[in-house]
């Protein structure tokens, strides 16, 4: 959230669990809306096969994912967390916190533009990171894809 809290717009965010790419995306604001075109973005990007590239969507509670069990109808299974547990999805909590290394706590994301946002995931996603074994989640994550792809008839 920026400066407003949710009253302007904010990056809505994504870790695929096995490769730990870190999906970040500007949208309008903190609210259903927001939360849809995230969606929807990606949708139009992964298309028919988005339920294979996201098997299952973890949100927390808030207002902004009340429509979210919709994508549903795509195959991908949607959870949410308990009330107040953070650490029920503490990998994106870890990445949100590396994402506050570029978008300081308090500054507005209006300062940002969706190309700066993309930026700073893709800046992520280029680590090496041991727990990859020294590869990178970027790497990773194309090869997922390139085996998703590999199956298309």
Not at 96 to 111: C, T, V, Y
Request: hydrophobic share 35%; charged share 30%; net charge negative.
């Amino acid at each position: 959230m920026g400066k407003r809290n949710g009253k302007e717009a904010v990056v809505f965010t994504l870790v695929e669990r096995v490769t730990r790419n870190y999906i970040a995306i500007k949208v309008s604001g903190r609210n259903r809306c927001g939360a849809a075109e995230a969606i929807e973005q990606l949708h139009e990007v992964y298309g028919d096969k988005f339920s294979q590239v996201f098997k299952t969507i973890t949100a927390d509670n808030g207002p902004e994912f009340e429509d979210l069990s919709s994508v549903e109808e795509w195959g991908t299974d949607v959870y949410f967390t308990h009330p107040y547990s953070s650490w029920e999805r503490g990998s994106n909590e870890r990445h949100n916190g590396m994402l506050r290394e570029f978008i300081p706590k308090g500054a507005s994301i209006e300062n940002y533009d969706a190309e700066d946002v993309l930026y700073f995931a893709d800046t992520m996603n280029h680590c090496p990171r041991r727990i990859l074994g020294y590869q990178t989640s970027q790497e990773l994550f194309d090869d997922f894809l390139d085996k998703v792809y590999a199956n298309m008839k």
